[in-house]
């Protein structure tokens, strides 16, 4: 572990002087050298959470190549994306190692690794620690290739889908030593341009939910100016009655209709919560196995100040350690609403990471609309831990103690 740890800027150096799109290479060779590992590949999670796509130096785009893409429901990937701990089996080949490729709660990938024999502990720590420094790795190149980009797309998304995805956050999760956050999108056949967004702050959380009227590229369009309008007044340190009205006036201004939408922003060292509701669905709450709606009082939604404008009321809201709070646009309820108990999969899920959690909630709206949804479903997650917390939540409840023959479950490192 300690020599693997030396060789790290070298290992930085070879990565940053290779091709953006070759940089996941350099670690593969890395790993052959240092550990005789006989095969080494990253594979990304897609934007459905549903899949991995294998990327390796022989599919890239623009070659004709296809990367193998492998679903995860039942899959042994699935399991080390849920539990985040590293995984091993003996094989035909050799001994192998699977370690999840996360920063802050953003599961991006997974190393997957043979070695030539069954390796002790500090290999296989060694392996989970050269997967950490590759999420770092992933993230810094994707600016500059659309390799990433490419492998987590099942399909060639439209214009309008195309511009709906560059709105949301780069990472749909986070994790922070008093919070845990994800967030989810289901698209519609004619997408009709919900948004979620969040930003960390030294001393503040934001998140918001967003969802305009209409579908398709017009409703791509009306969600750029919306979140762009919120993500300006937020970064001018604008308060939120304040990012609430200069929505409603871009709305305005660049006759782009009315969208429902809800700010929420949290104190990080009192755990103030307070919130905006501009005609959108009341927010649920899980406390203490019980679920229910956060009563508030709801303005209009944004885009509808035609004579004067509105004033947008901030209210707090009662936020605990220990809640679950979850913020859903209408499309998780319209149309299978009698099919989907949302109150009662928030309890079932309510010891998986929020990151599981979403996905379920989704999956459970799409599969009751027979695949096909009439309105996009956006539903975001947040545990609250609490100001006094100082460490990172990274646990998804999930039972990590699971062993069978030639397999075993490690702790993290």
């Known amino acids: 572990m300690g020599s693997w740890l030396k060789g790290l800027p070298e290992l930085l150096t070879a990565a940053e002087t290779a091709a ?5 290479d350099v670690f ?3 790993l052959r050298r240092r550990f005789g590992a006989t095969d080494v590949s990253f594979l990304i999670v897609d934007l459905t959470g549903k899949a991995v796509a294998r990327l390796s130096t022989g599919g890239a785009p623009g070659t004709g190549g296809e990367a193998e893409r492998i679903p995860l429901l039942g899959s042994v990937y699935e399991q080390v994306i849920r539990t985040q701990r590293p995984y091993q089996e003996a094989t035909g080949q050799g001994h192998r190692v699977i370690t999840p490729v996360t920063n802050r709660g953003d599961a991006i990938g997974l190393l997957d690794v043979t070695l030539p024999s069954h390796p002790d502990e500090t290999v296989v720590n060694a392996v989970a620690e050269a997967a950490h420094v590759l999420a770092y790795v992933v993230i810094a190149n994707g600016r500059f290739t659309d390799l990433y980009t490419w492998g987590k797309r099942t399909r060639p998304p439209t214009l309008a889908a195309e511009i709906q995805y560059q709105l949301l956050p780069q990472s ?13 999108l289901e698209p519609s056949e004619e997408l009709s341009g919900d948004t979620f967004d969040y930003a960390l702050e030294r001393d503040t959380l934001h998140l918001s939910v967003t969802d305009p009227m209409g579908h398709d590229l017009a409703a791509a369009l009306a969600a750029t100016v919306l979140v762009n309008a919120l993500r300006g007044a937020r970064r001018a340190r604008a308060g939120l009655a304040e990012q609430a009205h200069r929505a409603d006036q871009a709305l305005l201004d660049h006759g782009r209709g009315h969208a429902t939408g809800q700010l929420l922003r949290i104190d990080l060292h009192t755990g103030r919560a307070q919130l905006v509701n501009a005609g959108h669905p009341w927010p649920l709450r899980l406390r203490d196995g019980t679920v229910e709606e956060i009563p508030c009082e709801v303005d209009q939604p944004f885009g509808l100040s035609v004579v004067a404008p509105h004033h947008y009321r901030v209210q707090d809201i009662d936020l605990r350690p220990g809640d679950r709070v979850l913020m859903v646009t209408d499309g998780m309820f319209e149309h299978h609403g009698e099919d989907v108990d949302l109150p009662a999969l928030l309890r079932r899920t309510r010891t998986l990471h929020p990151r599981e959690t979403v ?7 799409r599969e009751a609309a027979g695949g096909v949804l009439e309105d996009d479903a956006t539903v975001m997650c947040l545990d609250w831990h609490g100001p006094r917390e100082t460490q990172r939540h990274v646990s998804s409840g999930a039972d990590t103690g699971q062993a069978s023959a030639g397999r ?3 702790q993290p490192y």
């Open 408 to 410: 075993t479950w490690w």
């Open 359 to 365: 996905l379920t909630l989704a999956s459970a709206v």
């Open 20 to 24: 953006p799109a070759d940089a996941v």
């Open 28 to 30: 593969g060779e890395d």
């Open 172 to 184: 749909l999760s986070c994790e922070g030593a008093q919070f845990t956050l994800c967030g989810n």
